[in-house]
């Protein structure tokens, strides 16, 4: 037996699929189906959680996605845990465990519940009133305090094993929801041939019709017509049905986000499938089918463990077979709450009573009562209810006051009416109207191509529902060119509707003094506490909101925000609407980080790019950084080397042999056309016209407001071909500046652009013997100094391959750059350097390249400069041209700021004591006497020791460099202050002839 | 994610593949050294910042490469209408109002709401 | 004004906290004021607080379109630090530190203010490079801010994961120790409490129309939904709206206005200790008082004044962050928004008289205002009382960018090369 409060033929259930689970360590036994709240309830257990605040015992109030209370943690193992479970929508496995939260040391006796003692301390707000003296106090106790007191569940602690997966469609309809009306819509889109995706939250389409058992569609059981049509659905190519899907959010451009729950209800998953699956629709048309959800009864201690939703307590008898007590009442403020009882009394439960705060329910309900022999009390209220750890009796008594009657119960079952879910509506961005009839906000101006149908759009009567639902479907298949080929029609039988009901506090709710009737179970924000932030001038249903925190658990709000914006509204003396509702904020309910996440880690966070030569240099022994995202060889360590060591070696070598470096890196933009030079002299602040075929210049981009953008060495290919680098980090953006400005402002010049970034391996041999190096490497480009001179480039072939051949130097030695296909950029590394090696040279990283480039006073555009320095500040003036009367960033320029005294410029920096590197980013003040704060008059750019120096060397940007090299200045450190002397630029080699090798 | 008509394609695709780019309509000056440096400001800096019809670049970046222009409403997101760059201003005319069926804000509505 | 304290909240818990009185009035606006506030955010209820606290001006109307406090002030992810490069900013920012730090009992309102530490990540050796200049900037402006090892990095937030297997891996961290969060809620209220107490109104619901001008071109007051009101200074706090709003004295500004999400998980039992940053993988988290994780995404790449955006945002935020501390992996969204944030070319503020005699900006806060609250209401009251900015505010002028002396905090941080 699953459980002894299982009614035998009742419910949808297979008696002989059996599971077993535990709770909080004991074993329960349950049915295959079976949610963890249908379980526990069939096993008689209300007690399931404790409260946010207050610690109350609670237990289950709905069956659904809005359940506030029923909150669990799921632990499959030690990686997987999962807090703030929704009892109510997770289904029962086999071997589950289950454990209650927000308790200590056990759920039926919480520590924690004192706070309902001290509940008057603790009214809404009450913490921005206090805990302000003393004034440390708050750091150190009152927040410590607080912030073990809150949360929930607890977070995972061990990073995830599941994985999670994406999936992007387009459709014509979307349609959201499968009760009558979604289902409905789909059968009439799916008709007409277009796309549909129908989603529904439950493991098995239906909605509303899980719980009424009244309805009949074309004759048939309303259940079984859904599943037969969703069967039927997804059998035809041009419709797929996803059920345990939800939508979550709705966003521009009917973009809605859906989220599978693929594997959760399974006891041992197989592996190879997602826990859950995104999908990102997009889709032509949105039929928004999302159903109401019931409210809640809004009076005193309406928080007992077994006080449910009216149709919630249909759920678990007629879907799981459970019935949620022996002796039920029922408190109603609207008609369908008496279904319930009616098939609970069939059932053979006894109802205790029907209490109807209304004066005249509905005749039908009543005779059916009369006939049931169940007494129905009209025109009363249930003012209190007593039960420790669950509900044992309701008072009753007859409104406006008098003597209460107390009634024994083991479950009381309440509605207020029912609340359209007008969430994704909202969403949309679509603007609500209050029915002031039927006191409910329902779809009022669409700003989306969607559409609302059903019971979320107030249309109460079922086959009012279904020819709504089934126009919908056909007129939103219309806006895609699809048509019907002949008119649905579809029967059907309730005895359901969705009107009538209160919204706001009950009889009995008050006084406020004492009284805890709540609106927002999880956050206990009870009636009272409504009005007391209206006494403290919230009246913007906003401030209510975030003062009392109601609507802000993790159900966010679903029971909860028409009872307060209705208790608002009264306390106010205004109607609803002018009270106005809480937006509507995605996700509908939450989800999992890594469902949105998905496939988005690791590796695949972020895609991690590797030169040509990659692997040939991880064999080498580097050691790479992350420059972007690329790998960059950083440096190569031989035996017994650490980094200082290593990069001292490569250093020295390349100064006293040679050594290769992968600059593959480099961004490269293939520059062509007639009109090529003339828009490089646009885009670069020097002039190209004068630069022939085979020679390469050094040229600096600037942004139109005149600062230092990028610099590269161009090389002129052809009268009508350029091949342009820039910086490693700049090369996506320099091609979108250039293609900008290309097709946008200079759209005359007869110019293309391609980026060769990834197709060019990049060589560089830099030192004495590079050319001995690579002599026997090439064929067809004379190497000679006379023949090929400093800042040219010829094509020829290296390693029989083609090559574009580079005389240029960002080390100060006689240099080359090799560019080579890039798929043949490691048979050529490889056999460059075998020949360096041979030689005694060696391959050196980026940290010996940037010292290199330093100690020859070479910037590195994004370290040296940073978006504030124009080229006159880093003494890079003379490639200006002068004469030039355009260029992007020539005005710019000129502005009064950036051609004032006293800018930041850079320069040298030597240390007094030549073994004391600075550190990168140390400020630099002229007197380090001063007190705080300093007047900081620039800061070290590069720093480094220099083992061909034999000293350490750095560049700074200092206000008025130039101006005052020879001058003694101070970088103060934590521990001490060093003395530094400013220099120009240049460290090594200052003649410059080692270039010209 | 917006769905954006690239006049170049002739197809809508997601806004993944694409770069706003500011505003349209700003024409670099030919004269550029002549400009006052309140001329360069207003070129270089200012920005109209519209809330509702505004005409603004964009690029598709991962896809044909083009920058092109659109109208789009900057209160509802919506795009009237992308066109080539190089372009005028379309009619706005003939284009639809910004204002219809679209909501400037939720909270904003919500003292409003009938 | 009653006081507010553990005396008085104990007084109302014995009689149903019926004795509470409204914290702020809700008046209908009088026909002229000294001083018109446009925007009652924290900014702007902070201006008015320090107009009537500091400079004896008390005749003041802050005039909110919608209610107060439902701006930016209300749907940021509340994390205050000072440790910023440039002595400006520093100096705005570290002035606004000192206040919060004091501002639960300045304002009888307790703020929450909560210096738990601000950590940001360095990824790379160009973040080591930018982060040590903030550092070495920083601690000669008597600024805290330190450098941590990856080891110290995870020992002062122990979720973090610091493997070097890591797609972007950690090589070490700043720390601001005095930097941290504050109830951003009560903030707005405090302010507004405080304001209202000293004789300020507080308008809500009053949207300004217009701003009217005098024949010599000076400010005369201002048109609303409720009626024209005048004054001789306007001041507009107006964030996203601010161009909308300066359009009407026909001030055209230096700002772009974009949608800017942030998102909550689901509240969990303490498992975060700090704020933790990342420039580089773009993402920031913290943990509130509630227990929910509190998470910034970057901006939607386009302008708008529709307070959404777009999921692949909110995604790729969670990507960042799920990268950093893979154990959240599980934890779920809860609620995602969006508001609308105001940037100007720099990325830095502007705090200003305007080229309109008696009409005020302060705008382009950007991603980073809430921080600067009390600092920037406080200098921004000075410079409307004295009609001249502080000297902390001076640089943050609209003239900046015809000049170029621009406070480029973000081109500093420039970018790898």
Known sequence: MSGANRIPGAGRLTPAKTARFFFDGKSYAALEGDTVASALLANGVHLVGRSFKYHRPRGIVSAGAEEPNALIGVERDAARKQPNVRATVQDVFDGMKVISQNRWPSLAFDVGAVNNLLAPFFAAGFYYKTFMWPKQAWKHVYEPQIRAAAGLGVSPTEDDTDHYSSRYAHCDVLVIGAGVAGLSAALAAAKTGARVIICDEQPEVGGALHYDKSVTIDGQDGYSWAQATAANLAKMDNVTVLPRTTAFGYYAQNFVGLNERVTEHLAKPDKKLPRERLWQVRAKRVIIATGAIERHMVFANNDRPGIMLASAARTFLNHFGVAVGKKVGVYTANDSAYEAAFDLKRAGITIAAIVDSREQPGEAVLAEARSLGIEVMVGYGVVDTGGKLRVSSMSVARNGGGSSRKIAIDALLVSAGWTPSVHMFSQSRGKVAYDAETQRFLPGTYAQDCLSIGACNGTNDLQATIEESLAAGELMSNASGYTAPEKLALQGVNAFSWTGGMAGAAEGAGPDTTVKAFIDFQNDVCAKDIRLAVREGMHSIEHIKRFTTNGMATDQGKLSNIHGLAIAAETLGREIPKVGLTTFRAPYTPVTFGTLINHSRGELFDPTRKTPMHALEEAQGAVFEDVGQWKRAWYYPRAGEDMHQAVNRECKTVRDIAGIFDASTLGKIEVVGPDAAQFLNLIYTNSWDTLKPGRCRYGIMLREDGFVYDDGVVGRMAEDRFHVTTTTGGAARVMNHMEDYLQTEFPHLNVWLTSATEQWAVIAVQGPKAREIIEPLVEGIDLSNEAFPHMSVREGKVCGVPTRLFRMSFTGETGFEVNVPADFGPAVWAAISERTEALGGCAYGTEAMHILRAEKGYIIVGQDTDGTVTPDDASLGWAVGKKKTDFVGIRGLRRPDLVADGRKQLVGLLTKDPAVVLEEGAQIVANPNQPLPMTMIGHVTSAYWSENCGRSIALALVAGGKGKIGQTLYVPMPDKTIAVEVSDMVFFDKEGGRING | MLLIYCPYCEEERSELEFRQAGDAHIARPTNMTEMTDEDFEAFFFLRDNVKGLTFERWRHLNGCGRFFNAARDTVSDKFLTTYKAGLPRPDLSTLRPATEATVETYEATESNAK | ?417
């Open chain 3, 1 to 417: 004004m009653r006081k507010y304290s553990v005396f008085a909240v104990a007084r109302e818990a014995m009689r149903g906290h019926r004795g509470w009185e409204a914290q702020w009035t809700s008046p209908e606006p009088r026909k002229e004021y000294d001083v018109i506030i446009i925007g009652a955010g924290g900014h702007g209820l902070g201006t008015a607080y320090y107009l009537a606290k500091e400079h004896g001006i008390t005749n003041i109307a802050v005039l909110e379109k919608g209610w107060l406090g439902g701006g930016n002030t209300g749907r940021n992810t509340t994390i205050i630090r000072s440790n910023y490069l440039y002595d400006e900013s520093a100096g705005i920012y570290d002035h606004a530190l000192k206040l919060w730090d004091g501002l639960s009992q300045d304002l009888n309102y307790n703020v929450m203010y909560s210096a738990r530490g601000v950590m940001m990540l360095s990824h790379n050796i160009h973040d080591q490079q930018v982060f040590k200049r903030h550092i070495h900037a920083n601690r000669l402006n008597g600024i805290d801010n330190e450098w941590l090892t990856p080891e110290q990095a995870q020992e002062f937030c122990p979720p973090l994961d610091i493997s070097r297997t890591a797609r972007y891996p950690i090589n070490g961290a700043a720390l601001q120790r005095r930097g941290g969060t504050a109830r951003h809620d009560a903030v707005a209220w405090g302010y507004a409490r405080a304001a209202a107490d000293r004789g300020v109104h507080i308008i809500q619901n009053c949207e300004v129309t217009g701003i009217r001008r005098n024949p010599d071109g000076s400010v005369a007051g201002v048109d609303t939904n409720r009626g024209q009101i005048n004054a001789k200074k306007v001041g507009v706090v107006a964030a996203g709206h601010t161009s909308v709003l300066m359009e009407m004295a026909g001030v055209r500004m230096p700002l772009v206005s974009y949608p800017l999400q942030a998102l909550v998980s689901e509240p969990v039992k303490p498992i975060f200790p700090c704020v933790v940053m990342s420039n580089t993988v773009h993402a920031y988290i913290s943990q509130s008082d509630k227990g929910e994780l509190v998470i910034g995404a970057g901006t939607d790449q386009y302008s708008s004044y529709s307070q959404t955006g777009g999921l692949q945002i909110i995604t790729h935020t969670l990507d960042a962050i799920c990268e950093l501390f893979p154990i959240f992996r599980r934890m779920k969204m809860m609620r995602s928004w969006g508001g609308i944030v105001d940037v100007t070319p720099d990325r830095s503020p502007i705090l200003a008289k305007t080229p309109v005699s008696g009409l005020y900006v302060n705008c382009g806060w950007g991603t980073g205002g809430f921080k600067a609250t009390p600092g920037s209401a406080n200098v921004f009251a000075h410079t409307i009382a004295n009609d001249a900015p502080h000297k902390i505010n001076a640089p943050f002028t609209l003239e900046r960018f015809r000049s170029g002396r621009l406070i480029d905090e973000a081109a500093a941080a420039a970018v790898a090369h």
